[in-house]
């Protein structure tokens, strides 16, 4: 009878340990822009299917779409999740269009820098952070906020890391008959579980990279400049389970 009660009370205590860890998702994307020049055409809609398979998945997820992707929505949404989040959850932040050296460009053509986001992201207790940036430009996130100590593996309990688009020099690109931005497009396939290299049911931020890494490469191998995706971060973050599937 003593065995089976201090089962019971482990498998309890499991299950509200599981139910205690939350993610919390924020997603941007912007597909019209104030200036209809600089319109594209899937970068809504790569969020919007972000958002499905991130709820499919339990976590808490905000999406902000074209208009409503401007300095203070997307600043109140961060300071409110970096409230909420405990040491132990996950906060996933993701943008998906226009970007130029140092930051992504909002909807009225503002640019929100990296700076920025690692400032807000860092007043967070949560001590995994991952970002996914799929904007021309993105991997210049490295020069830009090099140094600062949430990427560093002295950080300790507190490491920001960011899976940018592509290198530095190059551009993101969006694909029609994908539909898709090339980075999310991987992205979507290996969080349904193409990215598990080891068949444990858990992506880790490693597998996720290796995966995009990987197609995104791949599918643009013919295109004029290939694209290159980032692993920016420190190394203690690679095991970080990103999701189970």
Request: hydrophobic residues 40%; glycine residues 8%.
């Amino acid at each position: 009878m003593m065995k089976k009660l201090l089962l019971f009370f482990f498998v309890a205590a499991m299950a509200v340990s599981a139910q205690a860890q939350k993610t919390y998702v924020l997603l941007a994307g912007v597909s019209k822009y104030s200036n209809e020049q600089a319109n594209l055409g899937y970068t809504s809609k790569d969020v919007k299917e972000l958002r499905d398979i991130f709820k499919k998945q339990g976590c808490v997820v905000t999406t902000l779409t074209s208009k409503y992707v401007v300095r203070q929505q997307v600043g109140e949404k961060i300071a409110a999740i970096a409230r909420l989040a405990k040491p132990e959850d996950k906060i996933v932040f993701c943008f998906s269009g226009h970007g130029s050296t140092g930051g992504m460009v909002f909807y009225d053509l503002s640019l929100f820098t990296y700076h920025e986001l690692v400032d807000m992201l860092s007043q967070a207790k949560a001590r995994q952070i991952i970002c996914c940036i799929d904007a021309c430009h993105s991997g210049s996130v490295t020069s830009d906020v090099q140094g600062s100590y949430a990427w560093s593996d002295e950080a300790g309990e507190h490491g920001i890391s960011f899976i940018m688009g592509c290198r530095a020099e190059e551009v993101s690109y969006e694909n029609g008959w994908l539909g898709n931005g090339m980075l999310v497009q991987a992205l979507k396939k290996g969080l349904r579980g193409m990215a598990d290299a080891n068949g444990d049911k858990a992506v880790t931020l490693i597998e996720l990279f290796n995966y995009v890494y990987n197609d995104v490469t791949a599918h643009t191998a013919d295109f004029e400049q290939v694209q290159h995706p980032q692993l920016i971060g420190p190394g203690s973050a690679h095991n970080t389970v990103i999701t189970r599937w």
